[in-house]
């Protein structure tokens, strides 16, 4: 007992004789380090502006903007981020749109086939129906839908069909063909190529054999007319 209350005077006597300067020192909170680590991120950021990784550059943005508020480094991130960010998402929209598109060339019963191929966004799964631009340099240029599954379309003779062009009302007509494929063919593929040019938005009205009435929509933005082969001109 004799040698804990030793220690314990002891302890109490440099504590009495530590100045007030020590006593400061001790208590003052660690130096703050956000700074340092904002400006480390921010050079990250603006090597990956520099290489042009816009999406990893808008996450790191966002990161340095939102979890270091008040630091230099975030008020010059601000400086480019918006409008970095705004780019990014209409590139990216844009390569999805593309992408949707498929476009092939082959030979095909007597001569070449050229097609661009686009597949309902709705309905989708085993009721997906496709847009089929096509030109064969036999056969001439075509525009049909073709069911992916089932029997097709209900069509007798004639159809006419209700279609919106981004919202715009049209009627197309179409019929099915007498070799008996599940697809409809346009009447007026030419006039349908001009309003497919300036759409991002395609929806037809058609009654299917397995669905009913259904509404069919294409995200046809994308389309990139100098990747569907031309037919050859004529001598």
């Known amino acids: 007992m004799r040698r804990i209350a030793t220690l314990i005077a002891v302890a109490a006597l440099a504590s009495a004789c530590s100045s007030p300067q020590d ?22 950021y603006q090597q990956l502006l520099k290489l042009h990784n816009d999406g990893p550059a808008v996450q790191l943005g966002h990161e340095i903007v939102e979890t270091y508020p008040d630091t230099p480094a975030a008020a010059e991130v601000k400086k480019t981020l918006d409008a970095l960010e705004s780019n990014y998402k209409a590139a990216s929209e844009k390569a999805r749109l593309s992408a949707l598109w498929l476009y092939q060339t082959s030979p095909m019963q007597g001569g070449t086939q050229s097609t661009a191929t686009i597949h309902s966004s709705r309905p989708t799964g085993d009721q997906t129906v496709r847009l089929i631009l096509r030109r064969h340099t036999a056969w001439g ?30 009627t197309i007509k179409a019929f099915r063909p007498p070799t008996g494929e599940p697809a409809l063919l346009f009447r007026n593929d030419a006039q349908f190529l001009k309003d497919l040019a300036k759409t991002k938005r395609l929806t037809i009205d058609v009654v299917t054999v397995s669905r009913g009435e259904t509404t069919l929509t294409f995200e046809t933005g994308g389309f990139d007319p100098a990747k569907w082969t031309p037919l050859p001109k004529k001598k």
Do not use: I
């Open 141 to 170: 240029q075509s525009v049909f839908l073709y069911a992916t599954t089932g029997k097709g379309f209900v069509c007798k003779g004639d159809c006419s069909l209700k279609a919106t062009f981004d919202g715009k009302p049209k």
């Open 23 to 44: 006593q400061q020192a001790a208590q003052a909170p660690a130096p703050d380090n956000r700074a340092d680590e904002a400006a480390r991120k921010l050079e990250t």
